[in-house]
């Protein structure tokens, strides 16, 4: 079997948060044991509501964060330890891209400047005709080096993103809901170009996104996240069209499919709340299908025999007769 080139193993990150200026300080469960792979040239795509630990997750996975407990390895090799030499290195070799091109751009810089940065960070030599070729790779012209971020359009400057990300060969990019911010004509181009690129450079990609139709267009494998755990991982195809999982069942119920009749789930109980961990499994207050089992113990992420997908359910793994929890 071939070594992935990135492995995520148990990454756990809890946050302390003090609610008002006397409040006692509350743990805030962001990251809870996340363990993803990803090989090179594949695309995972890592979905689920605001706040389940997303973000996070693809700081951790880049070393932006620290984790509490767990680690990644990158090429096989642990990821040394943030700010050292080797570290530096390392990162040269993974990017991230950020929802919001004109937070990421300096405004005072061309984006030609900002895209030959990394290039002078890492000593590549060749700027100016190097800079040209990134400019063309994503679909702008080497003449637009010159124009300030308020110059172009929000699909231009999410472009300028990209091509600065790519300017030191990455062999990783975690991309964080990076079509959100674009109007959804521009969307389709963005994604098309992130796959183009894929398609030609090799890179492997790290897709957040809480889009299920722009993750399934891109994605090799989809991982769904619920409250800091991944509950479903597997392809495309089976998580999001035959999920096993209730709450991506739910996830995926509330993709509208144009003329076609639909059953939504819908959800009962409180949104989830990394504050407020319910115990056992973590959805057993909102989901349909919970047993008594559901509200003791926490299901672990494991191989569903037969489907090629992990889910983390005791109901989906068939651990239980179906009975409704009283
Ligand atoms: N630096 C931080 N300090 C305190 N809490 C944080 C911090 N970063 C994230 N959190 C909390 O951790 C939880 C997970 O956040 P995260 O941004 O990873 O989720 P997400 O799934 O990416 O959500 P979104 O799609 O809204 O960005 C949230 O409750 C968030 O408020």
């Not at 080139?5 to 006397?22: D, I, S, V």
């Amino acid at each position: 079997m071939t070594l992935p080139l990135l492995e995520a193993t148990g990454l756990t990150r809890h946050y302390l948060m003090r609610r008002g200026l006397f409040g006692r300080p509350v743990e805030v469960r962001a990251v809870n044991g996340v363990s993803l792979a990803l090989e090179r040239g594949r695309t995972l795509g890592l979905v689920g509501e605001s706040g389940c630990g997303k973000s996070t997750t693809g700081r951790l996975v880049l070393g932006l964060e620290r984790p509490d407990a767990g680690g990644v390895a990158f090429e096989g090799q642990p990821m040394p330890p943030p700010g050292t030499p080797a570290w530096r290195a390392l990162r040269a070799r993974m990017q991230m891209v950020f929802q919001d091109p004109l937070g990421a751009l300096d405004r005072r810089m061309s984006i030609g400047a900002q895209i030959a940065e990394p290039l002078e960070i890492h000593r590549i030599g060749d700027r100016p005709e190097r800079v040209a070729q990134l400019l063309r790779d994503v679909g702008l012209r080497p003449d637009q080096a010159g124009r300030y971020p308020h110059e172009l359009s929000g699909g231009q400057r999410q472009r300028a993103v990209l091509a600065r990300a790519l300017a030191t060969e990455p062999a990783l990019l975690v991309c964080d809901e990076p079509i959100s911010a674009l109007d959804v004509s521009i969307q389709a181009q963005v994604m098309n170009l992130l796959v183009e690129l894929q398609a030609r450079l090799s890179t492997a990609i790290l897709f957040v996104s809480h889009d299920l139709r722009a993750v399934r267009q891109v994605s090799h494998r989809v991982a769904v996240m619920y409250l800091g755990r991944i509950v479903e991982e597997g392809e495309p195809d089976a998580v999001l069209h035959d999920p096993a999982h209730p709450y991506a069942q739910a996830l995926v119920s509330a993709i509208p499919h144009p003329g076609r009749r639909q059953r939504r789930v819908l959800l009962q109980g409180d949104p989830p709340n990394p504050a407020d961990r319910p115990s056992g499994c973590a959805f057993h207050p909102r989901c349909p299908a919970a047993l008594p089992l559901c509200a003791q113990e926490d299901p672990v992420l494991k191989p569903r025999p037969g489907d090629g997908r992990r889910v983390a359910c005791h109901v989906a793994q068939g651990d239980l007769p179906a009975r409704k929890a009283a």
